[in-house]
Structure formats: structure tokens, C-alpha cells
């Protein structure tokens, strides 16, 4: 096949989707190219699409998608060796567009290609994009396994498997310690099992953040997520860290699958599919360059992930969204050269999600640099609350004594204020 | 429930062409290994002198990629590989 668009999105995930739905919604012709079977069959999600920025694309998009549950329950829970604290947040509040909703990836990707289509966008899947094809410097097309397709302009949204991006000089391949490792299990329960280890009504989901034990060594924490009828259960962790601690992946998930506070919501459910992908932490300075001369980088390509909230899918379409809209300008104008496409990265700078990445960096690298901070929190956080509720003669000022002995004990205290001022500093 | 018994539940494409190639030299020198710990669909496994590359296990996290400098990984061609059911 040898044939010309007014613009190609390489992959059908939610970066390239929008993007295509932006473009086609005005008129361009798109192709959208996936390597996949079809959309979502090489996606992982671990479990939350916050609604906010899909709905702002397609208002009330979430009464007809492929959802799972609605996210009304929040909570962290902190892990010690023999003990957890679990702290929970839960709202009635009925918000239009409700926050966030489970979802997974197979179904929702479909759907959400079949939105694009719907608007003329071309999808072609099966079809793997090897390089993207210059012509007099700029960018005007890629090559695939299946023959060459030129454009106007390409939107690059491989997903945190950055190969283009690298052979086009865009970014360099990540080092381990920008890069996570999520392995990810669904598990599958009936219905009536999963609301009432939760206590959910109907299409309620509960969310749960695991810190602490078994990820102790780690940059990383654990999830539980409800669907309709399974569980997301699973982890993220730099890949460093497990090269460091020489923890296998499916070794860590049987762990963190055996801990009492997970277990209990799993058992007797039967394991679906086992998965296994890499989030994107390079955060703000290792984003690859976003535009060139006839191509726009979004979604995970683009390192478009924050660890602090559990964003990523979100930001693909934010990304998504702000690539088509400046494709779309630049076809009206008939310029695809890098200074018309650089408006895409005043758009991102200028958005909440990238002004967030842009304060929070660093951070990742001070965890790594002071390890002990994810096992001394959460270690200090139980073994206080064990101390408090303990009733055993004595006086309530000697357990406070006590309780600031353990927390001394686990982190000093000129760290912990060090630690404080920086948290502070990259989230305020 | 064993690594094995998980992986049998995926569904695949498999391509006759591997899509994973090591650097054997490199490996023979390699003293770390990380390709070993690293993969969650426990592709790879050394027996000395070689490593060996079980590609039609691979889930496509691409995580050995970053791991490890002398893995040459590349996308399975159109349509082959994983295949998620859930995702």
C-alpha cells in the first residue's frame, strides 16, 4: 500500500485515538495504523480513567462507554510486615462527569476507535510501523510492515515503547531508573462477591493504593482496582530497583497477592489474564522532543505519566487532543514545519497535567536516593497506631513518648523534615 | 498459581521469526544478567554458555529493552505477539 493522508497517528491507543478524532472531526483524512489485532489487544491500563479530560473532548461520553465501576472509594493503604493502616476516602457525591472509572483496555480501546471511525478516521490494524520516512528533513510518512503511507503530518503515539522516537532522534531509549516495570492480573469474581468485600452498591468501584511492604527496596506500590466482575490487582516498580534487588516480577505479585489485605478481596477468584507493561517516569525533563518538522509526539511517547495520581491514560487524551487541534491548524494553513507544530508544546506546557510534571520532577529520583522513605513511613505509620491502641497500663503521655521514639527510629528526625520541605516543594 | 499456568491463558500470534535477538559475546561477559530477573514472562534463561530467548512467551512490556544494553528488541510484526483479552 502507498498512499497519502492529510495525516497518520501511529497506534490506537487513547493518545492516537484522540488525536484522530480531533483531526477527523474536522475534516482531515486520517489513518490511524496499529500493530495490534485491534485496538487495546497490546494495552495495559492498571485500572483508572479519570474522566476529566475525555469529557471535555465528548461530553457525557461515560453514559455509553465500555466502563467498568464507578469510582466513589479512594484509599491508601500502608503496609508493614504484620500489619496495615488503611486510609479511605469515600464520597455519595454524585459529580457529572463522575471523577473516574475502572476500566479495561480491550473493550474500551474498541469502542473508543470506533468513535474515530465513526467520524471517517481509517483504521488499520495488524500493521507495524518500523520507521518514520523523511523527505527533504522533515517528516512525511512512516514505513510499515505492510508498505509506506505518506502524510501531511504524523502523530507519533507508540506508547512507552519509544522505538520511532529513538531512530528519529526525538528522545534516547529511557534509563531503568525512568522507567517502570507494571505487571497486572484480572481476576475474576461474580458481581455480588466484589460489592460486598468492598461494600459497593451497583456500579460502585473502590480503589486502593498499596504502599509499604512488599515494596520495601522499591520505587513503586502495589493496586486493587473493581471492575464489574474481576479485580485489577497488581504493581509498578522502577525497573532499577528490580535489577537492584534482583526481585523477579511474578515473584513480587505472588508476594503482594498473598498479603492478608489483598488477599482477602481476591480469594476464590480465579485469575483471567496475567499482563504485563512499562510506565513511562521520566516526568518533565525526559520527554522527548514533542514536534519536528511534520510530526507531533503524545500519550506515553511522550512520557506522559504521573506517579503521585495514577494518571496516564487521562493525559494521553489531553495530549491526543491538543496534537489534533494543531495538526488541524496547521492543515488549514498548509504548514506542517516545526515552528507551527511548536504550538503543541505551549498548549501541554500551559496544561495542569504538565505544569504538575514539570513541579514534581526530581522527586522520583529523591525516593530512589532515599530508599528508606518507602518502607519507614508506612512501617512508622503501623507501628504507632499499633502503640496507641494497644491498652496496656500505660499512660497515654508515655505512649506518645513512645510513639515519637518509633518514628525517630525508623527516620531521623533532620530527614524527616528534609523530606517534608521537599515534598513540599514539588506538590505546593 | 505457577508463572507457566498464567502465561498458558494468554493468547498469542506466534511469528516463526523471533523478534528478540541478545548479543551472546556480550552476555558471556555479562555478569549481571538482568534480562533473567527483569522479564515478567520469564523469556529469557542462561544456560552456560548461552542465553536463550523463549520470543514466543514475550508480552511486549519491553522492560529488557531498558535493562539491559545488548537485548535488541523490536515490535513483533503487524498482528503478531500478545494479544490481550482484558488489558
Redesign the interface.
Known sequence: MTEKFDAVVVGAGPAGVTAAYAMASSKMNVAIIE????P??????GGVLYTKTLNDLMPGFWKEAPLERRVIEHSYCLMGKHEHTLLTHRSARRSDPPNGYTI????F?RWYARKAQDLGATLV????V?ELLRQDGKIAGVR???GDLFADVVIVAEG??T?LCEKAGLNE????NE?A???K??VSLPSERIRERFGLEEDEGAAIEYLGEPFGGLVGFGFVYTNRE?ISVGFGAL?SR??GE?????DLM?RFKAEPSVERFLRDGQ????????IPEAGYTGMPRLFTDGALVAGDSAMLANPLTGEGADLAILSGRLAGQVATHAHGVSDYSSSTLSEYQRLLLNSFALKDMKKQSGLLRYIEENLEIMSAYPGAFNSALEEWFKVDGSTRSEKIKRIRRIVTSKRKVTRILRDAYTFGRKLM | ?R?EE??Y??RH?VDEESHISVDQEACARCA?K?CL??????VYSYVEPRVFVAYENC?????C???CPFVQ???????A???????
Request: some cysteine.
Open positions: 500493530r495490534g489485532e485491534y487495546g489487544s497490546k494495552n495495559v491500563i479495561l483496555r480491550s473493550k480501546d490494524t495488524k500493521t507495524n518500523t510499515t510492515d505492510r512507552a515503547n522505538m531509549k529511557r534509563p531503568p522507567m516495570i507494571a505487571v492480573e484480572v474481576s525497573i528490580m535489577v534482583k526481585i523477579k516480577p511474578y505472588e485469575v483471567k489474564e496475567y499482563q504485563a507493561h512499562m | 498459581m508463572l498464567k502465561l491463558l494468554l500470534v549481571e538482568a530477573d527483569v522479564c515478567p514472562a520469564n508480552v511486549e512490556c519491553g522492560t529493552r531498558i535493562a528488541w523490536v515490535n513483533p510484526k503487524g498482528g505477539g500478545i494479544s490481550y483479552r482484558y488489558g
